[in-house]
């Protein structure tokens, strides 16, 4: 079982910058993608950026220009980054990482627990 513990969330104003950061062990399990959703008070989880085993980035049209998708890996764990700038309000959301690994055969899905981002104006 891989756990997933995000940090960087908080209270910012509009055009300011956060970080947020997802940790997970390593594992024996090849990385397929990584990824970073939200969701806002009354709308569908969304996703807002997606970085795959072979360095293909998708970012949701909202967030192009102003947000990055990265990873780092050390020899015990691994970081996903999302590097937010010129925030808005409407980025007001609960940010949610996503880790998708797998064995060859068998995908396996983890989701962090949330982080709350809140964007004043």
């Known amino acids: 079982q891989v756990q997933l513990v995000e940090s960087g969330g908080g209270l910012v104003q509009a055009g300011g910058s956060l970080r947020l950061s997802c940790e997970f062990s390593r594992s024996i399990f090849s990385i397929n993608l990584v990824g970073w959703y939200r969701q806002a008070p009354g709308k569908a989880r969304e996703l807002v950026a997606r970085l795959t085993s072979g360095g293909t980035t998708t970012y949701a049209d909202s967030v192009k220009g102003r947000f990055t998708i990265s990873i780092s890996r050390d020899n015990a764990k691994n970081t996903v980054y999302l590097q937010m700038n010129s925030l808005k309000f409407e980025d007001t959301a609960v940010y949610y990482c996503?880790?998708?690994?797998?064995?060859?055969?068998?995908?396996?899905?983890?989701w962090g627990q949330g982080t709350q981002v809140t964007v004043s104006s």
């Open positions: 996503n880790v998708v690994l797998s064995d060859g055969r068998t995908r396996y899905d983890y």
